[in-house]
């Protein structure tokens, strides 16, 4: 569809004699109800029908009371579900024809021409087949009597949009599926539970995670907890692993670790084929070593519990999309699937990636495990080899010479000291002697600096806070002192941990090199912090973490509300001047406003939003959520707010507020910021490897080009490295936030799943891409 068109067209008036059907489908995901209160509310803005169809397509062959109409209401308080509200269910009646007839039976009845379907592949190749055979169903309808030709024309093209809802995130060409962060939070959270009990016994713990064919839950909780080893079947061990492995448990046994843990999915195999069982790993290293071992199989924990911040915002972000591509369709569009690579929505041809999908697992049938781990995405394959990388126990006998100090500068934030283990214990791999510096420019001022190796780091991936310590302090006023300290300790290069200070630290250091020579060694930013406001990348490490603790307090704040009802609470939230996180945790926790400094408002905006809530007071959902960024404007304060609120809903609501203040900085890290951590560590040092001996001259280091000062940040797509220097100009160094911030454009999905009658830009939205060319590298 041309953009063009797009523009022109006003969407809330795009679904007008249109009707839409959203059906749940195969195993179920936490997440999946964000998907299905974002297609009915956004399906219900553009003015179209919506139904929700109950068990899946169980509930499309039967019909009647399974196929019922959908209302704004009867999607609220699903966001922080687990599971599907909609009921999921294996159908073999849709597998026949006869079945399938009868579904399109139902579907033309009620004029609907429009299906969501979330699931897994085996969901979405159904609904392809029901729409590739559609026209022929018809004509076996009308010659049985059971339509008539009218009925048949009117709904003579059926349109079908996947969103894949599946924990394993086993779906080629799609970054992460709905239900796989969760699925890794409840992992991660077992994981944190048994290392304590482990430690306390000096046990190996082996932990079975589900994957039948997929080992993505596997290899990202080995990464984000650090295990002694990993079985995956994408990628199975050599032959001989049995005494590699008891080899690397004695080993770490000898270094001083308590504990083991050794992660494997429940697909696991070996180079033969043959099934890898935990009771077979058990036996090996209870008969070899006589280990105290233990084995969990976590089963169906996976699936429960309530939804990550990061799935809500997947799920609804992706219902918007699937709206726009299901009313943007025409006969000609291929099904497609919606997703999010990076930050980005896309929409991907549904075959294409069903194909790849089942490549995989004949890659994998066949013994050519290379080609099957290639074909998972070149995100899947970095983790893996990051975790390789990161998995080795001997150093190198070689040593480079080289010396590497790291630090944490500003606020302490969860996921610092994964950043920080990663980068300690690649440097160690590549032959550097890796120095920890305390407190930050204050601690390289003050040589409060000391070696550090892999026994001080090992366990840290899991701790919240800095265990460096970390301080706001920047290098300015501390210039001579941090020169003479980076000559006395021979530090070759630099590794700075943090947020807006440590990009603004950054910038102070390598302007001093014009005076300094010290200074002119190599620098990475690494970007940690809650607030999301360094230049240079789109996520910092912490920020998940942050986003996760805002959303399950609005989320005890919402039920509170439901309980006492004709309640309003108003919240401030941490951020800086930066409103990523009112943003974000307003989209996860359905808020019905959030305040931020980057969208200016005025006392207009405010009357209209206590009008939109006095409006909401007469729906059976009497509460309201609002979000405030702590700086967003200097006169309307918190206390102006909640003074405003409760005068203007007297006799109609009551306000309260909650500051949730330094609750947002602790912590243990979620997942994806334990992942994201130790990806940026490791790569930190990959890349100052590469910078020092591009820097090595005459026999000494000597770097003064600006790409040898560079942020770390994730781009879109990927990890990427941009000079200090460049960024200068894209930054507001008053308010401390980036010139530019994606994630100002999904505010709008927020303010239309709250009800606000306003615009969405849909010429924004995604075109149809090919698998082949979009391999990103964002969550996974």
């Given at each position: 569809m041309s953009k063009d068109f797009k523009l022109t067209m006003d969407p809330t008036k795009m679904g007008i004699g249109r009707s839409i059907a959203v059906l749940t489908s195969g195993g179920d995901a936490q997440g999946m109800n964000a998907a299905v209160r974002a297609t009915v509310r956004v399906g219900l803005y553009t003015g179209a029908k919506v139904f929700f169809v109950h068990e899946g397509y169980q509930g499309l062959v039967d019909g009647g009371d399974h196929i019922r109409p959908a209302t704004w209401e009867s999607v609220s308080m699903m966001l922080q579900l687990g599971g599907t509200v909609i009921g999921s269910a294996r159908c073999k009646d849709f597998r026949s024809r006869e079945g399938r007839m009868k579904a399109a039976c139902n579907l033309v009845k009620l004029g609907i021409t429009n299906l969501c379907v979330i699931g897994g592949d085996g969901s979405l190749t159904g609904a392809n087949e029901f729409r590739?055979?559609?026209?022929?169903?018809?004509?076996?309808?009308?010659?049985?009597?059971k339509i008539t030709q009218e009925e048949a024309k009117k709904s003579s093209n059926l349109n079908i949009v996947g969103m894949v809802g599946s924990i394993d995130n086993d779906f080629c060409g799609t970054d992460m599926t709905i239900g796989t962060d969760s699925a890794l939070h409840r992992i991660i959270e077992v994981v944190d539970a048994i290392t304590t009990t482990a430690q306390s016994h000096q046990r190996t713990f082996i932990l079975e995670v589900m994957g039948r064919h997929c080992g993505y839950l596997a290899l990202v909780s080995a990464l984000a907890c650090g295990a002694d080893w990993v079985f995956i079947p994408e990628m199975p061990p050599d032959d001989g692993w049995e005494n590699h492995l008891c080899r690397r448990l004695t080993d770490q046994r000898a270094r001083g670790s308590r504990l083991n843990v050794i992660i494997v999915a429940e697909g696991?195999?070996?180079?033969?084929?043959?099934?890898?069982?935990?009771?077979?790993?058990k036996k090996l290293v209870t008969d070899r070593l006589g280990f105290d071992t233990r084995t969990t199989i976590l089963g169906h924990v996976q699936r429960g519990g309530t939804p990550s911040a990061f799935d809500r915002i997947l799920?609804?972000?992706?219902?918007?999309e699937a709206v726009m591509a299901l009313l943007e369709a025409t006969p000609d569009t291929p099904a497609c699937v919606v997703s999010l690579s990076g930050n980005q929505a896309v929409r991907l041809p549904l075959m294409e990636c069903v194909q790849i999908t089942k490549d995989v697992t004949t890659a994998m049938a066949s013994g050519r495990f290379d080609d099957a781990l290639k074909l998972r995405g070149k995100s899947f394959e970095n983790n893996w080899n990051t975790y390789k990388l990161l998995a080795h126990i001997n150093p190198p006998d070689v040593k480079s010479n080289i010396n590497v100090a790291i630090m944490n500068i500003g606020a302490p934030c969860a996921g610092m000291n994964a950043a920080v283990r990663a980068a300690v214990k690649m440097g160690i791999i590549q032959g550097h002697s890796m120095f920890a510096v305390h407190d930050g420019f204050d601690g390289l001022a003050h040589g409060q600096i000391e070696p550090i190796n892999w026994t001080t780091v090992s366990g840290w991936t899991g701790k919240g806070g800095s265990m460096l310590g970390t301080k706001r302090t920047l290098p300015g006023k501390l210039l001579d002192e941090i020169s003479e300290n980076i000559a006395k300790f021979n530090i070759h290069a630099l590794v700075i941990i943090g947020g807006f200070e440590a990009y603004v630290g950054g910038l102070e250091m390598v302007q001093a090199r014009e005076k300094y020579e010290e200074m002119c060694i190599p620098m990475v930013v690494i970007p940690a912090t809650v607030s999301n406001n360094v230049p240079g990348s789109d996520f910092s490490i912490g920020a998940d973490t942050a986003l996760n603790t805002i959303t399950s307090t609005c989320d005890r704040i919402k039920q509170s509300a439901a309980g006492t009802k004709r309640r309003v609470f108003i919240v401030e939230t941490m951020g800086g001047y930066c409103g990523y996180l009112a943003t974000m945790a307003g989209l996860a926790a359905g808020a019905d406003a959030a305040y931020i400094y980057e969208e200016k408002f005025n006392i207009r905006d405010l009357k209209t939003n206590v009008e939109h809530l006095v409006e909401k007071m007469k729906t059976t959902v009497k509460r309201g959520l609002i979000l405030r960024n702590e700086n967003c404007n200097a006169n309307y304060t918190t206390d102006f707010i909640f003074n405003l609120y409760s005068e203007e809903g007297k006799g109609i609501f009551d306000s309260r507020k909650n500051i949730l203040g330094h609750m947002q900085q602790g912590g243990t890290p979620t997942p994806f910021d334990r992942n994201f951590a130790t990806k940026m560590g490791a790569k930190s040092i990959l890349w100052l490897t590469e910078k020092l001996k591009e820097c090595y001259r005459h026999g000494r280091i000597f770097a003064n080009t600006p790409d040898s000062a560079c942020v770390l940040g994730m781009r879109k797509r990927s990890l990427t490295f941009q000079p200090l220097a460049d960024l200068k100009e894209d930054t507001d160094f008053e308010h401390r936030i980036p010139k530019t911030q994606w994630w100002l454009k999904i505010r709008p999905i927020m303010k239309i799943l709250a009800k606000y009658d306003i615009k969405l830009d849909t010429s924004e939205h995604a075109d149809m891409e090919?698998?082949?060319?979009?391999?990103?590298d964002h969550r996974k």
């Open positions: 590739t055979e559609w026209s022929g169903l018809l004509s076996d309808l009308v010659r049985a009597g696991a195999i070996s180079r033969d084929g043959k099934p890898i069982t935990s009771d077979q790993i799920g609804s972000r992706m219902g918007v090919h698998v082949f060319n979009k391999r990103g």
